[in-house]
């Protein structure tokens, strides 16, 4: 599974981006996407999720009402649309592949295959 992930960029606070990530190799039919974060000098932390059998989505409470995450079967594509974008937002941005359905949270412990990863930052 291959996972390439794009769309970061500097912007100001307020502002809004969307990043993508596009996925390939994977054979299962139930699996999950995960987005996460990783802010320097700081532990990578789950942001999003969304599950490919029924679509079921998660939000992390720092991002509820400001992310949102959607999905494009026929380009094998997840999106994140970040809104009201904050400094603290500031991170690279990686999304990764479970096979199955993630059920309760988001922890990168549960993640099979990762993305490189695309930078985002903040500027006040």
């Known amino acids: 599974v291959q996972l390439v992930e794009s769309g970061g960029d500097l912007v100001q606070a307020g502002g809004s981006l969307r990043l993508s990530c596009v996925v390939s190799?994977?054979?299962?039919?139930?699996?999950?996407i995960g987005w996460f974060r990783q802010a320097p000098g700081k532990e990578r932390e789950g942001v999003s999720r969304?599950?490919?059998?029924?679509?079921?989505?998660y939000y992390a409470d720092p991002v509820k009402g400001r992310f949102t995450i959607s999905s494009d079967n026929a380009k094998n594509t997840v999106y994140l649309q970040m809104n009201s974008l904050q400094p603290e937002d500031t991170a690279v941005y990686y999304c990764?592949?479970?096979?199955?359905?993630?059920?309760?949270?988001?922890?990168?412990?549960?993640?099979?295959?990762w993305g490189g990863g695309t930078r985002v930052t903040v500027s006040s």
């Open positions: 990764a592949y479970a096979s199955g359905t993630v059920i309760e949270g988001l922890s990168p412990h549960g993640m099979d295959y």
């Open positions: 190799g994977f054979t299962f039919r139930d699996y999950t």
């Open positions: 969304i599950s490919s059998n029924d679509g079921r989505t």
